[in-house]
């Protein structure tokens, strides 16, 4: 009888995160046979200044599935998801952050979202588990990225995503910083491909420091999301008008 459970590609972009990765993997690897026999967990380690691709190196050689892509220099969050895209093999690919702010096990309520007319299923955060500051600022960009762009989804900043692997064959990604999310979520929404929505937890940082909320982080994400709604929805609307202007008027037919 043929095996009608999808296969799955797991990735973890991982930037410094010596303390949490290896948990991370050892988590994925316990959750994953339970909705698949066919699975692979990859990591991508973007210009780590830590141990971490010590510790990926060795986790490659303890697990057969697991498969480490090192980056010799950092290529940024955007950078990052796009390796793991492309590494990816599998007929559904999951992705979450290395950081541990979010519980891999979480995959199993993912899974049975991803029906048959269902493309992407997009976590989002019950409540956000870090300091009142970076909830102000992570609200404050969730509300623009979705003025500027009018996002299928409620919660774009959660990077806890299943989607099937032919769906992101239908986009091609180009950002290398973090407002990639929002350049995925918006390609997959105008390639027509469909989405779910479920609750997941956050939970604070267990160790490091975030990458993103400085002020000088801060300013070029937000820079970087007009730069891309300029690129993506104002240019194209500009393109339009042009484009009919530019068609020869229809012949009249004999």
Avoid at 99 to 120: F, I, K, N
Avoid at 159 to 167: G, H, K, P, Q, T
Wanted: hydrophobic share 40%; net charge positive; charged share 25%.
């Amino acid at each position: 009888m043929k095996n009608e459970r999808p296969s799955i590609s797991c990735f973890f972009p991982a930037f410094n995160d010596e303390a949490t990765i290896a948990g991370l993997v050892q988590q994925a690897l316990a959750v994953l046979p339970e909705l698949t026999d066919d699975y692979e967990v990859i990591v991508v380690n973007d210009g780590s200044t830590d141990s971490t691709a010590a510790v990926l190196d060795v986790l490659a050689r303890t697990y057969p599935r697991v498969r480490v892509v090192h980056h010799e220099q950092n290529r940024g969050y955007g950078g990052a998801l796009r390796t793991g895209f492309e590494s990816a093999a599998k007929e559904l690919v999951f992705y979450t952050d290395g950081d541990g702010q979010y519980d891999v096990r979480e995959l199993r309520s993912l899974a049975p979202l991803l029906t048959g007319g269902v493309d992407v299923v997009n976590g989002y955060k019950r409540a956000r588990g870090d300091g009142a500051r970076r909830k102000v600022v992570g609200a404050v960009y969730n509300q623009l990225a979705h003025l500027l762009f009018r996002l299928p989804v409620r919660d774009v900043d959660c990077d806890f995503r299943l989607m099937r692997r032919s769906a992101l064959g239908r986009v091609r990604l180009t950002s290398s910083s973090g407002v990639i999310c929002v350049e995925l979520v918006h390609r997959l929404q105008e390639a027509g491909c469909a989405f779910a929505e479920t609750p997941v937890g956050h939970y604070a940082r267990p160790s490091g420091r975030s990458q993103f909320f400085t002020p000088r982080r801060v300013a070029r994400t937000a820079f970087d999301l007009l730069s891309l709604w300029a690129r993506l929805v104002v240019a194209p609307r500009l393109r339009g008008p042009r484009a009919r202007k530019s068609r020869p008027a229809p012949t009249p037919e004999s």
